[in-house]
């Protein structure tokens, strides 16, 4: 693929981050900005803070308090996922913030490069989800050291027009529906694609699977293999197939279902009988943060967890926001169009909650021999 072709697909969403990156390396080129239309990963200024974020997250709609504040957003940089932002700042790259997943703070607390955060400086602290204070692993001897902003699910995206024997059917098997051969898609990552295979065989705890269950899980992944299309790095890549029709269905995250719906494409997001996979991310305070700039840090996470990011983040993104304020300010008939229940707590309880993985190494080097044909 020549050099201009991979930017322009980057440009168009059909090519995520790491791919670009990866294409450019074979062509023996680096890539030092990546500017995507408004999400343009900013110069460097000393007077901010540096935010190590999920694509889609840096957006100054979600912080905008602070952007009101400063005059501008804090110095963004984003990560594919959760295991290139350890490696590279256990490689030595500083950063004062850090939105990982909760299955990730209990590793990242163990390898001592997070620090307690101080919920006293937090205007919008006590209008947090309850039960989003306290999930196992991100308190720790009573200090917080996460910060719950974001939440949703992992589950089935699907065409109901092309598999309408699955609407009153749902379930992750459709995943390995051999009639579907070449029209499936699944993350490329340990969390999003090895765990929903764990799901679909049946293992008792998908995070902590037995001998046994990680040899079922192996086999249905292998089983799946040839029918999948591709894996998937960026959720923009599954949104355009599911459009096109190239893709019948594609585990996904709810903004997929959210943007899709609002172009009048026809799609349904499964409630699998398995269960569907809730996951909470949020922020960490890194322990090489700046102490000169812990104000503004603060200043940034309470922006963030605002009732306007909150509302900003269910209506455009579809995913649900830590605030429970600001829920009330979406009308049921928007939140019941998103996929939603009113009570959110409700929906918080209904998955397979996100844990800490055991085994992880010997969970990567499966899933890398299976995508490799061994």
Request: net charge negative.
């Amino acid at each position: 693929m020549k050099k201009e072709e991979i930017t322009e697909q980057l440009a168009t969403g059909r090519m995520s981050r790491r791919q670009f990156n990866k294409n450019l390396m074979a062509l023996g080129a680096t890539m030092v900005m990546m500017p995507m239309g408004s999400r343009m990963t900013q110069a460097a200024s000393e007077d901010h803070p540096t935010v190590f974020t999920w694509e889609g997250w840096e957006v100054p709609e979600l912080h905008a308090a602070y952007v009101k504040k400063y005059g501008s957003s804090p110095n963004i940089s984003i990560f594919a996922d959760e295991e290139e932002a350890f490696a590279k700042m256990r490689a030595g790259f500083r950063v004062d913030l850090t939105q990982p997943c909760t299955y990730k703070v209990p590793i990242w607390y163990d390898a001592g490069i997070i620090l307690p955060i101080d919920t006293n400086r937090l205007s919008n602290w006590p209008d947090i989800i309850p039960s989003l204070k306290n999930i196992p692993g991100t308190v720790i001897d009573g200090k917080q050291y996460f910060i719950p902003t974001d939440w949703g699910q992992t589950s089935v995206l699907y065409r109901p027009d092309l598999a309408p024997e699955y609407v009153n059917n749902e379930t992750w098997g459709i995943l390995w529906d051999p009639k579907y051969k070449g029209r499936l898609s699944m993350a490329d990552s340990l969390i999003d694609g090895v765990m929903v295979a764990a799901i679909y065989v049946g293992a008792k705890n998908p995070f902590n699977m037995t001998d046994a269950e990680m040899a079922k899980t192996r086999a249905a992944l292998k089983e799946q293999l040839p029918l999948i299309r591709f894996y998937w790095g960026s959720s923009s890549e599954i949104e355009q197939a599911l459009a096109s029709g190239e893709l019948v269905a594609a585990t996904a995250w709810n903004d997929g279902y959210a943007k899709l719906k609002s172009e009048g494409i026809n799609v349904k997001y499964m409630n699998p009988k398995e269960g569907a996979m809730t996951w909470v991310c949020g922020f960490c305070l890194m322990t090489d943060h700046n102490p000169a700039k812990l104000d503004r840090i603060y200043d940034y996470l309470d922006a963030y967890m605002s009732v306007e990011s909150g509302v900003y983040e269910i209506v455009e993104y579809g995913y649900g926001h830590g605030n429970a304020k600001a829920f009330d300010q979406v009308s049921p008939e928007k939140l019941k169009e998103l996929g939603f229940s009113t009570n959110a707590e409700e929906m918080l309880s209904s998955g397979i909650f996100q844990e800490p993985m055991a085994n992880e190494p010997a969970l990567q080097t499966m899933f890398e021999e299976v995508k490799a044909g061994l």
